[in-house]
T-cell receptor
Framework: GAVVSQHPSWVICKSGTSVKIECRSL??????MFWYRQFPKQSLMLMAT?????????EQGVEKDKFLINHASLTLSTLTVTSAHPEDSSFYIC?????????????FGPGTRLTVT | GQQLNQSPQSMFIQEGEDVSMNCTSS?????WLWYKQDPGEGPVLLIA?????ELTSNGRLTAQFGITRKDSFLNISASIPSDVGIYFC????????FGTGTSLTVIP
């Protein structure tokens, strides 16, 4: 299989605080992980691509200082939303590409629902 | 960026009916992927298409990669309640772009 987990599955935080979301590939190594954001009734929007051991590549319009991404190992990537505001409330989904696998296929985590009050 | 438009936006069908949805792009693709997303979950890959004209099946699902390489369709035969969800087409390239989605509701 190719299982990706995310933690937490949901989180509520106060405006101005930071929150960290973890993405783990449980049964495979992932050289590349992706972070998406999905607003209600909308499609997934790619935020950034992270490669193990190097800096993440952010999509246009995504603030790198606000959405800190760390991909320190072949099985773990983290997304930290800093100084969160209500407009950051969204469904955050990560995905992972298998090391040595098809470049076209990604395995998605179950998502993290973030609510900023 | 690339735009992937899906139609219809939503569908309400009776259990047992067949379903057809499509995805069109403003540019040529090398790969088409079809995903299904259940509420509150991440997408799950259904079918991957790699060549223009390719027709691929996965159980009751059939998808085709358009000859022009700018479109793809997904058919679901004999729908069942668990087919409910949002279906997305996706581009790969060097990154991933998701289509606008087709929401499917199956009425028992």
């Amino acid at each position: 299989g190719a299982v990706v987990s995310q933690h937490p599955s949901w989180v509520i935080c106060k405006s101005g605080t930071s929150v960290k979301i973890e993405c783990r590939s449980l049964d495979f190594q992932a050289t590349t992980m992706f972070w998406y954001r999905q607003f209600p009734k909308q499609s997934l929007m790619l935020m950034a691509t992270s490669n193990e051991g190097s800096k993440a590549t952010y999509e246009q319009g995504v603030e790198k200082d606000k959405f800190l991404i760390n991909h320190a190992s072949l099985t773990l990537s983290t997304l930290t939303v800093t100084s969160a505001h209500p407009e950051d409330s969204s469904f955050y989904i990560c995905s992972a590409r298998k090391a040595g696998g098809s470049r076209y296929e990604q395995y998605f985590g179950p998502g993290t629902r973030l609510t900023v009050t | 960026g690339q735009q992937l438009n899906q139609s219809p936006q939503s569908m309400f069908i009776q259990e047992g009916e067949d379903v057809s949805m499509n995805c069109t792009s403003s540019s040529i693709f090398n790969t088409w992927l079809w995903y299904k997303q259940d509420p509150g979950e991440g997408p799950v890959l259904l079918i991957a298409l790699y060549k223009a004209g390719e027709l691929t099946s996965n159980g009751r699902l059939t998808a085709q990669f358009g000859i022009t390489r700018k479109d793809s369709f997904l058919n679901i035969s004999a729908s069942i309640p668990s087919d409910v969800g949002i279906y997305f087409c996706a581009d790969t390239g060097n990154q991933f772009y998701f289509g606008t989605g087709t929401s499917l509701t199956v009425i028992p």
